[in-house]
């Protein structure tokens, strides 16, 4: 990914999820380092738009977290973008509570994404019970808010802390200890044969019975591993199903090469999201 860009007069330009101050940016710094400029936008739908109208060289999208599952809008965006999956990037999310009030018993109403409302939702049973939960576009727009509020606090992680100025009153308050989130790096150009790689891609198969099986049959048959399987609706049509898959290997591998022509002939849909080196943890 770094290597397409090294002959670029221009800084490389990375989108994703903002404002300042989200687990996104962490995720796009993790992988690009502090000499892209980063491009935070309003929504899920904005950073794939700004990739795709040339605005942005790569974007930087959540894609699945290990308690709370999926990332419904950014899979669904998967399914019509033009651009590839091109990287991966894996980030251990801890979860702190932040507010300019002395103490808990002053804290009234908490701000959070949905996703990390969820991820603390039996902390905030026990510790804040009578709080009101609300729910905004990110972590980082709640720590805007709890800033600007007398008695409000926001569920977010280090950066948005560091970047608003907002003390800790409770720090790692996730349910679950081993809580981390996959991102997705997009592009518009594949990537080659790093020696460890993951292939993602779409695929949808008649409605009837054993369809799924004789879809999967071509990665037992050439031991390709499948490390996910996840069905969403197709949204075209009432209770049809598309789903999203993950293999071990680049599509440019021998087994891999031979398993998606098979899957071109079975299936009723298959689109292939892109091959990319496995995330370093």
């Known amino acids: 990914v770094m290597s397409a860009c090294l002959s670029l007069e221009r800084p490389l330009t990375v ?19 502090h000499a892209a400029q980063l491009q935070p936008q309003v929504s899920i739908d904005d950073v794939f738009r700004e990739v795709e109208s040339r605005h942005a060289d790569f974007a930087v999208v959540p894609i699945e977290n290990s308690t709370e599952g999926a990332i419904g809008r950014t899979m669904d965006l998967l399914m019509a973008t033009p651009l590839q999956i091109c990287g991966e990037v894996v980030l251990r999310i801890h979860q702190h509570l932040l507010s300019n009030s002395a103490s808990l018993d002053q804290i009234t109403k908490v701000y959070s994404h949905a ?23 990110s972590n980082a727009q709640a720590a805007q808010l709890a800033a600007s509020e007398p008695g409000a606090a926001a569920i977010a992680g280090d950066a948005a802390a560091d970047r608003y100025a907002l003390p800790k009153l409770a720090s790692n308050i996730e349910d679950e200890p081993n809580n981390t989130t996959r991102f997705v790096v997009l592009g518009r150009h594949a990537v080659g044969i790093s020696g460890r790689d993951k292939t993602s891609l779409i695929m949808s198969t008649p409605n009837r019975t054993g369809s799924l099986c004789e879809l999967l049959m071509p990665f037992s048959e050439l031991g390709v591993s499948m490390t996910r399987l996840e069905s969403r609706p197709a949204r075209h049509t009432l209770w049809e199903y598309v789903f999203y898959v993950d293999i071990e290997g680049h599509r440019d591998d021998p087994e891999i090469s031979a398993a998606l022509q098979k899957l071109e002939h079975r299936a009723a849909y298959l689109k292939v999201l892109g091959s990319y080196p496995v995330a370093v943890y």
């Open 115 to 137: 996703q990390s409302l969820a991820q603390c939702y039996e902390w905030l049973n026990r510790m804040l019970p009578d709080a009101q939960r609300i729910s905004v576009g």
């Open 15 to 33: 989108a994703f999820l903002g404002p300042l101050g989200t687990f996104s940016e962490s995720a796009a710094v993790k992988h690009f380092g």
